[in-house]
């Protein structure tokens, strides 16, 4: 799709790209942002009903090779979609948040690749960045932690 068709057409184009690319996912998707030059298809699920995942009848080697769960009274931020972890927006720049950052809701935090698909993953709730628990490019299941926070107002424990 060529980004001189005109806005229409571009837009016609990247919806039916985005409902192939739901209809292809293997678990629930929360949000899809296509682009096509300068025009952008953003669509987002507020309030729906999740369906848990599909039961497996292998482990799975990443969640089985991952890090502990955190802490009892910690928060975590997790992954919306299965694909690959990134905490920076580019290779070589700044990560999105470090230990020891407040974040708020709604900030993002890092972007999960899902067939060449940058999905942000945003946080939920307000808190202090205690520990990364996937390292950046590292590939992550639907709903796998992927910080912990330390609730807002909590400090030194």
Do not use: C
Request: proline content about 13%; overall charge negative; cysteine-free.
């Amino acid at each position: 799709m060529s980004a001189d068709q005109g806005p229409d057409a571009a837009l016609d184009g990247l919806r039916r790209h985005a409902h192939r690319l739901v209809a292809e996912l293997a678990g629930p998707v929360r949000r899809v942002r296509l682009r096509s030059g300068e025009t952008v298809l953003e669509v987002e699920w507020h309030g729906a009903a999740e369906a848990p995942p599909a039961p497996r009848t292998e482990p799975d080697p990443v969640v089985a090779a991952g890090p502990p769960p955190p802490e009892p009274g910690r928060l975590t931020v997790r992954a919306p979609v299965v694909g690959t972890f990134y905490r920076a927006p580019e290779p070589g720049a700044a990560p999105f948040v470090a230990v020891g950052d407040l974040i708020r809701p709604g900030q993002v935090v890092g972007i999960v690749e899902a067939m060449k698909l940058m999905n942000e993953v945003t946080a939920d709730q307000a808190g202090r960045v205690v520990e990364v628990l996937v390292d950046d490019g590292r590939p992550v299941e639907y709903d796998q932690p992927l910080l912990a926070l330390e609730p807002a107002g909590q400090r030194g424990r």
